[in-house]
Each structure stands twice: as C-alpha cells, then as structure tokens.
C-alpha cells in the first residue's frame, strides 16, 4: 500500500504545470521525453499556444468615437486573419494582445499588425512584442 501511494504521489507531482520562470520560453525546452498527452493538457512543445503584444499611443488622443471605430476596424483585421485579441485602452493609449484563433500568430501577423497601427494618422509610437508562449511567456 506504501509503494502504490509513493507512485501516486510521484506520478501526481509529475502534473504540477511548470512555473513561468522557469518555462519562459517552453519552444527550446526538452519535452520528448513527456507524453505527447502531458504536453498537450500543458500546452507544451507542438501544442504552445503564441501570442504578441502591441501597444499604440496616439497624439492627440482619440476621441471615443474615433476609439469605437478603431476598435472595430482592429476586429474586423485580426477575425479576417483568423485569430483573436483581447485589451483596450482610452484615447492616448490602446493595448491589445493577438493570439491563437483559428491558427496560430506567426512574424508575418506581427508584422503586418504593426504596419497597420502604422497608418493610423494619429499614432505617436506604436511598440509591438516578440511572439511569446502564451501560457507560460509572462513574467511575474
């Protein structure tokens, strides 16, 4: 009874999800020796969900009608690339993240996200991030 318990434990503690720190960047961390299984419930290896920053501030600031119509031009660009976005901001400021939808993000997404926010008039800076893992790709 022992052993099956020492081996329920160690099995167990094998699920824990790794700490971000320490799975920053799970693209060049070995999991062939985990089960293509684990690392699908964990979203590891072929299974890594990615994503990408982009941040925009805008002089002047937009007005909330102009912030409206941003906003719905952005859903209409990134539902017409297949994938999904979450933020907002206020008129100095928008935020969005773009991450897996249909498919995944690639250089080519940020790329052309970027230049979009680009030929916006009144765009001040516009700052777009690496492709990160989206699970396991943040700071604490």
């Given at each position: 009874m022992g052993h099956l318990l020492k081996t329920i434990h160690s099995a167990a503690a094998g699920l824990t999800p790794p700490l971000s720190d320490a799975a920053a960047d799970s693209s060049t961390r070995c999991h062939s020796t985990m089960k293509r299984r684990l690392r699908k419930k964990r979203r590891l290896g072929e299974f890594t969900d990615w994503?990408?920053?982009?941040?925009?501030t805008?002089?002047?600031p937009l007005t909330e009608?102009?912030?409206d119509v941003l906003c719905e031009?952005?859903?209409?660009?990134v539902e017409t690339a297949g994938l999904q976005f979450g933020g907002?901001?206020?008129g100095g400021s928008y935020s969005v993240i773009v991450q897996f939808g249909?498919?995944?993000p690639n250089e080519d997404d940020r790329r052309?996200?970027?230049?979009?926010?680009?030929?916006?008039p009144q765009l001040a800076s516009c700052r777009t991030g690496p492709l990160r893992d989206a699970n396991y790709g943040?700071?604490?």
């Amino acid at each position: 009874m022992g052993h099956l318990l020492k081996t329920i434990h160690s099995a167990a503690a094998g699920l824990t999800p790794p700490l971000s720190d320490a799975a920053a960047d799970s693209s060049t961390r070995c999991h062939s020796t985990m089960k293509r299984r684990l690392r699908k419930k964990r979203r590891l290896g072929e299974f890594t969900d990615w994503c990408f920053e982009l941040d925009a501030t805008f002089d002047p600031p937009l007005t909330e009608r102009q912030l409206d119509v941003l906003c719905e031009q952005l859903i209409d660009a990134v539902e017409t690339a297949g994938l999904q976005f979450g933020g907002g901001g206020d008129g100095g400021s928008y935020s969005v993240i773009v991450q897996f939808g249909d498919r995944q993000p690639n250089e080519d997404d940020r790329r052309q996200f970027e230049a979009w926010f680009r030929r916006l008039p009144q765009l001040a800076s516009c700052r777009t991030g690496p492709l990160r893992d989206a699970n396991y790709g943040w700071s604490s």
